[in-house]
């Protein structure tokens, strides 16, 4: 029954768009199913189906196994699909906001984000407010009282590191974190939360010679503060094919002084783990290693 299991397929439509900077437009997607929407954690992802260039709306049926009937049809007939993060659920208003990276016309949700119109439709896959119990689709549970964080993220992983901080910045007695987030352009740097114990290190590709994306993250990870890594450090990673699988390592229990939480574009994300566990022998439980898009591919 669709109105107890953890994610449904809601309708949605675009309502307004507000660009937060000049590469990341925050969309309001509003229609009475968003009423049913919930959210669980700041990196809550969602599947967003969009309408093909032909014009062909979403239908997608509001089954169970949804994926499975999406898979199910032709590749030529699908309409896209992407995963986001929820930035905002407003339920009380039906509105629901996510942030785009307007990367260009090469990909399908990154045009349609340029190009949407107020009333243009999408459907998404999202947790369900009826559900019985919470249903995953978030990385981000970090220990009660950590003694250091840390967070790495291009602007694909910012909505969510931001709403990371907002949570962070709420508690009464805030952890020491430091963060690094690369961006395109110095006006992409948003203003995030504050508190004593937080640093933040924004790393501008266009100030230093516009890098690859994810060059300037991998090299940062030489200068975060980390904890004392093992004398047993790795000799052998198992090997990831990022062409085939999203590399997606999570950190196990949620104890421990140390908790990293770090997401991007993937061979950046397989260079930061080579660097954290083989070279410098951080404990591996300790840190969440998440690939959310692939340069030069497409991850559905
Ligand atoms: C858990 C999770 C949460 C995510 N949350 C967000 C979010 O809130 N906001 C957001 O913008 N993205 C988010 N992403 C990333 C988003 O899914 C990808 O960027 C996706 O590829 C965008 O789809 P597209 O149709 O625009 O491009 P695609 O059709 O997937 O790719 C077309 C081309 O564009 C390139 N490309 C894709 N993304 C980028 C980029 N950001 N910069 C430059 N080139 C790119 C690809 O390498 C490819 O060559 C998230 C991903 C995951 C896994």
Redesign the pocket.
């Known amino acids: 029954m669709s109105h107890t299991r953890p994610y449904r397929i809601f309708n949605a439509a675009f309502a307004r768009a507000l660009d937060v900077t000049p590469h990341l437009r925050r969309i309001t997607f509003a229609g009475p199913e968003i009423a049913e929407m919930a959210t669980w954690a700041p990196?809550q992802?969602i599947k967003i189906f969009f309408p093909t260039d032909d014009g062909r709306v979403p239908n997608m049926p509001d089954v169970e196994d949804w994926y499975a009937t999406y898979k199910s049809v032709p590749v030529a007939e699908r309409v896209?699909m992407?995963?986001?993060?929820i930035?905002n659920l407003r339920a009380d208003q039906a509105e629901v906001d996510?942030?785009?990276?307007l990367?260009g016309e090469?990909?399908?949700?990154?045009?349609w984000a340029t190009h949407a119109q107020p009333g243009d439709k999408v459907q998404i896959s999202a947790p369900n407010r009826r559900a019985e119990k919470i249903g995953g689709g978030f990385e981000w549970e970090p220990p009660a009282d950590p003694r250091h964080v840390l967070l790495m993220a291009d602007?694909?992983?910012i909505?969510?590191l931001a709403g990371i901080l907002e949570q962070l910045a709420a508690r009464q007695s805030p952890p020491p974190c430091e963060v690094f987030a690369e961006v395109a352009d110095r006006a992409d740097a948003l203003v995030l939360p504050t508190w004593p114990g937080l640093t933040v290190h924004w790393l501008i590709r266009q100030e230093e010679g516009d890098p690859r994306?994810g060059d300037l993250l991998t090299a940062a990870i030489n200068r975060a503060k980390l904890p004392a890594g093992s004398d047993q450090t790795i000799t052998e990673l198992e090997t990831i094919d990022i062409d085939a699988t999203?590399p997606w390592e999570l950190a196990k229990g949620t104890e421990g002084a140390f908790y990293a939480w770090i997401a991007g574009e993937s061979e950046a994300i397989m260079s930061i783990r080579r660097i954290l566990i083989k070279e410098r022998g951080i404990d591996r439980s300790l840190l969440n290693l998440?690939?959310?898009?692939?340069?030069?591919?497409?991850?559905e």
């Open positions: 990196d992802r896209p992407r995963t986001y993060t930035r996510v942030e785009f990276v990367h090469n990909g399908p949700a990154s045009r602007e694909t992983a909505p969510a994306p999203v998440m690939g959310y898009w692939r340069f030069g591919k497409v991850y």
